[in-house]
Structure formats: structure tokens, C-alpha cells
């Protein structure tokens, strides 16, 4: 399984995982789609908005391994911002290639667009390191 090195291991602040530490035991977690109703929770929207941004800003349109990214954060996207860069698509492998579908994501969250430092990954890290100091 594919580590990404210097990608936020959660939104900043909060317990929302964008990635895992190891591999699963049992193979990896099954992508599904999930929908997102209207009446979500704004913290999960929050979520769903930074895990685009850090998607953005570690990758941009290349084709990216899903490797330890979170299944469950990506069933939040997969299929409408985030798409399969290849056929067939497998939801349950470390090994697939995903891509940003950028018209999709721009449609859904114009914010991470128009303001690329609206998650600020480093400030949040040098927070923690002060509070255990």
C-alpha cells in the first residue's frame, strides 16, 4: 500500500480521517458511493471540502493511487469529484488509479477553488506541536 507522504492525515480540529496507517488485514476497504443529502451536517461538509482540498493540492488532475487514503472519505466523492483514472475499476484495491474530475469538484466546492489556502495544513500542525510543548 502506497503511503502519501505529506498528505494531512485528518481535517485539522477535528476526528474526520483522510488517511490510514496501515494496510487492512482482511484486503482493503470496498469504495462505495455514497450520497450526500442536503441536510447533512455542516462539519461533514466541512470534511468533505477539505479532503477535496488536500486532493487538490497533492495531486492536482494527475491520476493518483488510492493507497492509504481513506475508503470512507472517498465514498463521500467517488464517482461524482472523483472518478477512476483506469478500467475496470476496482473499489477494493490500494493499487487503483483515481483522478479529480476538476469540472465536477469545481461545480461542488467552489471554495477549495477560489481560495487554495482556505485549509491551512501547516498552521494547524505547529498548533498541536505547542500544546504538547
Known sequence: MLKHRGFP????GTD??????RANKQGPTKI?????????AAADRRADAGFMAALWAQFGEEPFERGNLD??????????E?????EPFDPAS??????????????????????????DWDADEDDEEEDWA
Do not use: C, H, M, N
Open 82 to 86: 472523483v472518478v477512476a483514472a483506469e
Open 16 to 21: 474526520f480521517q483522510f488517511t490510514i496507517r
Open 9 to 12: 492525515s485528518r481535517l485539522p
Open 71 to 80: 475508503a470512507g472519505r472517498l465514498s463521500w466523492l467517488i464517482g461524482r
Open 94 to 119: 490500494y493499487g487503483q488509479l483515481l483522478q479529480i474530475d476538476l469540472k465536477r469538484a469545481q461545480a461542488s466546492f467552489p471554495e477549495v477553488f477560489a481560495d487554495p489556502d482556505a485549509f
Open 32 to 40: 462505495i458511493r455514497r450520497e450526500r443529502f442536503k441536510d447533512r
